[in-house]
């Protein structure tokens, strides 16, 4: 699934990285835990979270993450937007919950960190 | 470069050699033909800036061609350390050194120390802030995470002397990780 289909069925707006909307993403964890992040697969997936601090751009970095999705129109500084921009991991912003942003996405055919759906 | 991130440049960054003159030099399973150290230093309860080293970390390491399962293990274990340093540690400092079959991290710091190192090697034991917490850390996962990510973990840590962890990574380890 394109980044772009990502965005358009969680009505978002792109925060950063407008250029890599056609990245393909198939697993999607939600957390957050950072420390949960960092033990877990993450690696090649979309990390939705509500945890909207540098922190969550810097964790997606290190493990590996292909695009970070903020839910309920959590709205990051320009510190978390600049550090996006500088290690090239999208940001994307929904206005849905947790709850209804993984449900959405679990409908569009994405699947859990182990494959699972 | 931001206030507390001093003292690390890309320069001399080691420079991966070609598999020819790899193997004229016998290294068959080392990319580098020569040991290296690189220095960070991290700036205790600066969270605006926590993560800066391991993410430059994590670049070099790309940079010169390291397996990229391994990179991702390494930035996590430096990650972590960082992390912990920022939380409890005072100032620090990320030793890295890179020999030609292996791979070293050093996190270093000024802080009270660990009181019970059994139990903070225990996942979910944690003492960390409340701040820390609202970064997303602070779960007690830090140390547990660093052991499974490294080949070796050795901690040393004298009451005031603060905290020395040390980890090990090899290159040539063939590990699956969950």
Not at chain 1, 67 to 73: E, K, L
Not at chain 2, 80 to 107: K, S
């Amino acid at each position: 699934m394109k980044l772009s289909e990502i965005m358009r069925a969680l009505d978002a707006t792109v925060l950063s990285g407008e250029d890599q909307l056609d990245k393909e993403i198939m697993l999607c964890g939600a957390s957050d835990l950072m420390s949960d992040v960092l033990v877990r697969p993450t690696n090649g997936t979309l990390l939705m979270t509500g945890l909207a601090s540098v922190q969550a751009v810097r964790t997606a970095q290190i493990a590996g993450v292909l695009a970070v999705v903020f839910v309920r129109n959590k709205q990051p500084g320009a510190d978390v937007i600049e550090a996006a921009k500088a290690g090239r991991i999208p940001l994307l912003a929904t206005p849905y919950s947790m709850f209804v942003s993984c449900g959405r996405l679990h409908a569009c055919g994405l699947c859990g960190l182990d494959g699972r759906r | 470069m931001p206030a507390g991130s001093a003292g690390w440049t890309d320069d001399d960054r080691p420079v991966a050699c070609p598999a020819a003159q790899r193997e004229a030099f016998n290294h068959a399973n080392s990319p580098f033909m020569a040991s290296l150290r690189k220095s960070f230093f991290i700036k205790a309860r600066d969270f605006a800036h926590a993560g800066e080293a391991s993410i430059h970390i994590q670049n070099l390491l790309k940079s010169m061609h390291l397996d990229s399962a391994l990179v991702r293990r390494i930035a996590i274990c430096s990650y972590e350390g960082e992390m912990n340093a920022v939380i409890h540690g005072g100032d620090a400092n990320i030793h890295v050194d890179i020999e030609t079959d292996h791979l070293t991290l050093e996190i270093a710091d000024d802080g009270p120390g660990i009181e019970d190192i059994a139990r903070a090697m225990q996942p979910g034991y944690s003492t960390a802030p409340e701040e820390a917490r609202e970064m997303g850390f602070g779960a007690g996962m830090g140390l547990p995470n660093m052991k499974n990510n490294s080949d070796d973990i050795r901690i040393e840590c004298e009451p005031g002397q603060g905290t020395r962890v040390h980890l090990k990574f090899l290159y040539d380890a063939k590990r699956e990780f969950t």
